[in-house]
């Protein structure tokens, strides 16, 4: 059969993403819903959007592309109208004099391709996309193609320097809307002796974006302390709070934080998107080598997997894209999450509530009376909680959580450090993940770059693992304003997992130091996690100069 006959059903088992008890479940909700087979796939959260999308290429053999990684042109977006975009969930993506490139999820539909061939006067090309977010990034780059942020950030700054009355509220929305629109995680508002200075994290990595007048801080504060329901009057302590912000048919989430300095308060507010798709083993950019050892690890009856790395490295990200693997219609799976971001269906998933004694402790001990056999806790951050976690682990229940540490071996001697008995360690422990996040190179703008294999040793890549990969393609990064200038857009993560089998088992019972653990399972194959990124370097995903920047 060939790829445009087979179902996306078929297509969706044979890329990975569910099976076959899914599919059944599926079938029969779909007798009571008017819907497509993807979308009831996509209720019942079997799969995510993107990986139907996916799916969607492989039968038409169309390019799929990521959807949250692309910055369409001015020039393609303006020979479409919005309504139109908006009405047929459409984005254009780029033109040249004789092709428009347009992502789309539906393919078939003939009268659309029509009328863009006739309303832009050149041929048509359709890449395939995620459906929704198309109608996300649809609503948001015609918004801001419409309503240009720097202009107007320009005239209130001009304003204020005329000392002329501005509107702060509006201000602080466009600071909002330029970050979603950047696809920004942290915004850091900094006062300066003479200015104060926007910047935004983008990819791992601060930029800078505004200078504002030093006169418009204290404002600009109060406004936000005001939607955090902080203390506008208190500025000698730090200050945390948090406000949900509406924008574009979408609700998004900021948790904030002011912190006093000898120029005023500086504001550092965290912007929490709720993008489900993320959640996708495949999206992670794992080595088939790595992703086929956390699918067997993950599908294991019994054993505590732990992800480490620190605050920001795609732990949650990581432990959820796993959890969606794990069989919740034959499996009961319990989660405790601090606080609950993603719902997930057939999961039964449980926020923490510390002032209601409801802490990640107690909720293993309730989870031990709801006949579970996953358990999800948060993350593990005392010794009664870390005991818990362990013991049952050993008593019949797969039991994952995440934990900081620097690396997959140093988890050892951190729960060494929590008390857990090293015999409890190695009969417990089944992996141990460790992952950081490095950016990708932008696509419009590498160029290849020649290393001789004297240079890239020198630079600390290992022999073996440029045998193992016979074709390198090594790329510099260049910057263009796709990129703002930096030569990558979006991020992947790099891992190293630490397999415990019986030979790591007996050391860490021995108390074997963490070098000689290190050693063994190096020698049974194990990758840190700067080998995984020099691979992603000769693969031509990313730079070896961003693997030193992430990785010692």
């Given amino acids: ?40 796939l996509q209720e019942l959260d079997f799969v995510t959007s993107a990986e139907v999308a996916e799916a969607i290429a492989k039968q038409s053999k169309l390019e799929y592309i990521n959807i949250e990684q692309i910055v369409p042109s001015s020039e393609a977006l303006l020979l479409i109208p919005q309504n139109v975009a908006k009405a047929r969930n459409i984005l254009p993506i780029s033109v040249d004099d004789t092709t428009l490139v347009v992502a789309t999820q539906d393919i078939n539909d003939i009268a659309t391709l029509d009328y863009l061939r006739k309303m832009s006067r050149r041929d048509i090309k359709y890449v395939v996309g995620d459906k929704k977010s198309i109608a996300r990034h649809t609503e948001i780059f015609y918004y801001h193609l419409s309503n240009p942020i720097e202009a107007e950030i320009a005239e209130i700054v001009k304003k204020a320097l005329e000392n002329a009355e501005i509107n702060v509220p509006r201000l602080v929305d466009l600071i909002l809307n330029s970050a979603i629109k950047d696809r920004v995680t942290d915004i850091h508002i900094s006062p300066e002796s003479s200015a104060t200075h926007i910047f935004y994290r983008i990819d791992g990595v601060l930029q800078h974006y505004y200078a504002l007048p030093i006169k418009v801080h204290p404002q600009m504060v109060a406004r936000i302390k005001i939607l955090s329901n902080l203390d506008i009057s208190e500025q000698r302590k730090p200050q945390d709070g948090s406000f949900s912000y ?18 005023g308060e500086n504001i550092v507010m ?56 794990v069989n919740s219609l034959k499996k ?44 999800l806790v948060g993350e593990i951050r005392d010794t009664e909680t870390a005991e818990l976690a362990v013991r049952a682990s050993i008593t019949g229940h797969l039991v994952l959580s995440t934990l900081h540490t620097n690396d997959a071996i140093g988890t050892i001697p951190r729960l060494n450090d929590l008390k857990i008995p090293p015999y409890l360690i190695g009969s417990g422990l089944l992996a141990v993940i460790a992952q950081r996040l490095i950016r990708k190179l932008c696509q419009n703008c590498k160029v290849p770059v020649e290393k001789s294999r004297e240079e890239l040793i020198a630079s600390g890549i290992s022999a073996e693992i440029l045998d193992f990969y016979a074709t390198h393609s090594f790329y510099d990064a260049v910057g263009c304003e796709h990129c703002r200038g930096t030569g990558y857009s979006g991020r992947q993560a790099i891992v190293e997992i630490l397999e415990i089998d019986k ?24 990758h840190t996690m700067k080998d995984d990124g020099y691979i992603k370097a000769i693969l031509g995903i990313t730079t070896i100069e961003e693997i030193h920047r992430v990785v010692n």
């Avoid at 950019?285 to 790595?290: M, R, V």
């Fill in 1 to 40: 059969m060939s790829q445009e006959n087979k179902p996306i059903g078929q297509l969706l088992e044979e890329l990975g993403y569910i099976n076959k008890e899914q599919i059944k479940v599926a079938l029969i909700a779909q007798k009571a819903s008017p819907k497509f087979f993807g979308e009831i």
């Fill in 246 to 263: 509406g924008f574009l048919n979408e609700t998004f989430d900021l948790r904030v934080s002011s912190l006093p300095t000898n120029y």
């Fill in 270 to 325: 965290r912007l929490l998107g709720k993008n489900a798709s993320l959640f996708s083993l495949a999206h992670l950019g794992l080595t088939e080598k790595n992703s086929a050892k956390i699918e067997k690890y993950f599908s294991k009856p019994y054993g505590i997997i732990l992800i480490v790395g620190p605050t920001g490295s795609g732990k949650t990200t990581t432990l959820y894209s796993a959890l969606r693997r």
């Fill in 332 to 375: 009961n799976v319990l989660t405790i999450e601090d606080p609950i971001e993603y719902k997930f269906s057939f999961i039964k998933q449980t926020q923490l509530n510390e002032k209601a004694g409801y802490n990640f402790s107690s909720a293993i001990r309730a989870f031990m009376r709801q006949d579970p056999d996953v358990m």
């Fill in 503 to 526: 030979d790591i088992e007996m050391m860490i019972t021995a108390g074997s130091t963490t070098q000689e653990m290190l050693r063994v399972a190096q020698e049974k194959g194990m």
